[in-house]
């Protein structure tokens, strides 16, 4: 049994207060709930910095997909393409278009080939043009065993172009800017990726290099971070983030005391939730956990410099570790 999206808000209320949420944010997020199907957790995407404020959100529920989205029915080599999925599905509430994106979490083992990786970009786009299906192999191709691997493919369906994303782990920063040389990241992507990696130089990241693809490769170029605990490590990256005026200190210090497994301050669960709590018992009663799920780089065509924070909640019962994001 999975809350709304619309319960999750209600719950999260007294976490969804300025200077990270302030009213128009939750009007925009209430107004997109009631559109939305019911998830295991939420993803909320905050745009920090100056005159910044703007809040995404995405939804997501393991191998959960649309009932128009038949994976099992793209043509793809045997064994080539994995359909153990974890689905996502992110929403602009400012964006000009309902359609989501749709992200998912490719397993590890065995890496994304050429074939699965334009077999699943031509099931989400349903046409796909020569030039991207260029470009995805490539991308699939600059893969180096246990140094670069594919990590999230997602279709950018409300986007001009529809491009596909691609999100590629690395072991560290030196393997992820070989990846993109390989991919086919000219001299402008490559500067903008040089410029990124300077900002987070010497923190204790894990990386993921975010690259769109289209009839061309994006100038647009992110990466995520992802913090290790303890706690003092995100508050080094803010740090950092602040001192090149990417988030302001007020915003800082309220991402630093997001995460939450008690779930305390909430108000009570609606029916029939609040009847299963009591069924199951106080062990394993209905939490939404949150944490920081990671923050992430952005460097646009035209050369500025933006920062994101992801904020995760979780709908858990019993042992909030069991909880996960894509």
Request: glycine share 8%.
């Amino acid at each position: 049994m999975t809350p709304t999206v619309g319960v999750m808000l209600d719950r999260l209320a007294p976490a969804l207060v300025p200077p990270l949420f302030d009213a128009a944010a939750i009007d925009r997020l209430r107004a997109l709930c009631h559109r939305l199907p019911s998830a295991r957790f939420l993803l909320f995407e905050r745009h920090l910095g100056p005159g910044s404020g703007c809040v995404d959100l995405s939804i997501g529920h393991p191998a959960r997909l649309p009932a128009e989205l038949d994976l099992a029915a793209i043509p793809a080599a045997s064994g080539a393409l994995c359909l153990e999925y974890d689905l996502g599905l992110e929403y602009d509430p400012d964006g000009d278009t309902a359609a989501p994106a749709l992200f998912f979490t490719v397993p590890l083992s065995p890496a994304l080939t050429d074939a699965a990786l334009v077999a699943l970009a031509a099931g989400l786009l349903g046409h796909m043009p020569a030039s991207m299906r260029d470009w995805l192999k490539c991308a699939a191709a600059a893969q180096v065993p246990d140094e670069s691997w594919i990590t999230h493919v997602g279709a950018m369906l409300g986007r001009e172009g529809r491009p596909i994303r691609v999100n590629i782990g690395a072991s560290s920063a030196a393997p992820l800017r070989r990846y993109a040389v390989a991919a086919g990241c000219g001299a402008g992507p490559l500067a903008a990726l040089d410029r990124l990696l300077s900002i987070i130089d010497g923190l204790p990241l894990s990386l993921i290099l975010a690259l769109e693809f289209g009839t061309a490769l994006s100038p647009r170029i992110g990466i995520e971070l992802y913090m290790p605990p303890p706690e003092q490590a995100v508050a080094a990256l803010l740090h950092r983030l602040e001192a090149y005026d990417l988030c302001s200190a007020a915003e800082a210090a309220a991402i630093l005391i997001w995460a939450d497994e008690t779930d305390t301050d909430g108000p009570p669960w609606p029916e029939p939730l609040r009847s299963l709590d009591a069924l199951l018992g106080p062990a394993a009663r209905g939490r939404a956990m949150r944490s920081v799920a990671h923050l992430k780089l952005v460097a646009e065509p035209e050369g500025e410099v933006r920062a994101k924070a992801y904020l995760a909640a979780f709908y858990v019962r019993g042992d909030p570790r069991s909880a996960r994001w894509i």
